[in-house]
């Protein structure tokens, strides 16, 4: 599956915000985190966000066309990743108490007024399949501002918020998320429990 000729360490060089994407599907919210929202067109205004297909979210936004995306800010906690993120949306309800100032906007869908500072609603008009990733595009139909902060990138995120492994464990720590994996030798087909990176993505802890 790897390409030798792609390094990875230069595809983390882009540069990426992150969002809370979320959506609702007959009464049932989730959201997730997702650092690939992009405005692509003004006039009418376009985004596009890519979904990973293993998650609920991308299955709701697959079937309702409709979702949120909360631009995170850099006052976000590494809790909203672990509500968010760290957990999948089909073993836990992750709206069942209020969080995060969640509220719902006119399409049904949450979106997050907490450690946020705007929020947009999209409606999809077109899907394109990118094998790991759907790729949804959207038109913007509702898009509000409540703070003039920071918005959150990856780069800050990973040297900020992300956790630090823990300074005499041994092992394999996942450069995405955090979570170390204590042994030797790391399995090839490891999957990270918290954020399902493979295990291309871990480094040796030295
Ligand atoms: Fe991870």
């Not at 969080?99 to 609603?121: D, F, I, M, P, R």
């Not at 823990?166 to 954020?195: S, T």
Request: net charge negative.
């Amino acid at each position: 599956m790897d390409n030798p000729n792609i390094n990875k360490e230069a595809m983390f060089k882009l540069s990426y915000g992150l969002s809370v994407l979320t959506a609702e599907d007959e009464g049932k919210d989730n959201g997730c985190i997702i650092n690939t929202c992009i405005q692509v067109a003004e006039n009418p205004t376009v985004v596009v966000i890519a979904v990973n297909k293993d998650g609920l979210t991308h299955d709701m936004i697959a079937k309702t066309k409709k979702f949120n995306v909360s631009m995170l800010d850099e006052s976000t906690p590494l809790s909203v990743f672990e509500h968010f993120g760290f957990q999948s949306g089909r073993t836990v309800n992750k709206f069942e108490n209020p969080v995060y100032g969640a509220k719902k906007s006119e399409n049904g869908v949450y979106y997050l007024s907490e450690y946020t500072n705007a929020y947009l609603s999209g409606y999809v008009t077109e899907m394109i399949d990118l094998g790991s990733h759907t790729l949804f595009i959207a038109t913007v139909v509702k898009a509000e501002k409540f703070a003039d902060t920071a918005s959150l990138t990856y780069n800050y995120y990973s040297k900020n918020i992300k956790p630090a492994p823990a300074a005499q464990a041994k092992g394999w720590v996942c450069k995405i998320c955090g979570y170390v994996y204590e042994g030797e030798e790391l399995p090839e087909d490891f999957i990270c429990p918290l954020c399902k990176h493979p295990a291309t993505d871990f480094e040796k802890i030295v």
